[in-house]
Each structure stands twice: as structure tokens, then as C-alpha cells.
């Protein structure tokens, strides 16, 4: 069994920058694929950022030059470093890992910003 829990959201001002991490344990051998979503309300989930075991990378036309994933294997943690935040950007952040075909969710991470 995988458990994911992400922190670091909160309330931020346009422009501001927040860094969410998201803490794997349990049954950890063989990630994959690791990779952030999320959801406004109202809206569908969207895949905003991903990161291969192989180092690749992929993010959203709306956040390229803005966010950064990156994780720390020792740690067992992904990271999503966003940057020039706006108010688009409101949303619950959900964290996910693959491991050997089977997908893990987190709780998710609300991230408010405004002015």
C-alpha cells in the first residue's frame, strides 16, 4: 500500500510563489511516474506537471516557465515549485504516482490566490 500527503498550499498574492510537496510512504520501490493535478471547481482535473523515472518532464501550456516539478528519491517526495502565481492558478493541487502500473492519489492541497 502507497499513501501520498501533500502540504504546503495556502493563500497567496499574485505574483507570490508557493512550493508543495508531496510525501510518499508505505510500499515505495519502483515509482515510475510522478505527477501533479489539479482541480478548480467547476472545472475537470488537469494534469499540470509530470517527471519520469527517466528525468523527463511535461507541464501545462498554462504554467511552462512558471512551475517546476522536481522530487527527491531519498526523501521519497515530489516537489511542484510555482513561481508568478495568478489568480487562474486557484485550485486543489492532487499529487500522483505510478508504481508498476497502479496508480496513487493524494488528498490534495488547496492553493487560494488573490489579492
Known amino acids: 500500500q502507497v499513501q501520498l500527503v501533500e502540504s504546503g498550499g495556502g493563500l497567496v498574492q499574485p505574483g507570490g510563489s508557493l512550493r508543495l510537496s508531496c510525501a510518499a510512504s508505505?510500499?515505495?520501490?519502483?515509482?515510475?511516474?510522478m505527477a501533479w493535478y489539479r482541480q478548480a471547481p467547476g472545472k475537470q482535473r488537469e494534469l499540470v506537471a509530470s517527471?519520469?523515472?527517466?528525468?523527463?518532464?511535461t507541464y501545462a501550456d498554462s504554467v511552462k516557465g512558471r512551475f517546476t516539478i522536481s522530487a527527491d528519491n531519498a526523501k521519497k517526495t515530489v516537489y511542484l515549485q510555482m513561481n508568478s502565481l495568478k489568480p487562474e492558478d486557484t485550485a486543489v493541487y492532487i499529487c500522483?504516482?505510478?508504481?508498476?502500473?497502479?496508480?496513487?492519489w493524494g488528498q490534495g492541497t488547496q492553493v487560494t490566490v488573490s489579492s
Open positions: 508505505g510500499s515505495i520501490f519502483s515509482i515510475n511516474f
Open positions: 500522483n504516482i505510478v508504481q508498476l502500473a497502479r496508480g496513487y
Open positions: 517527471l519520469t523515472n527517466g528525468g523527463s518532464t
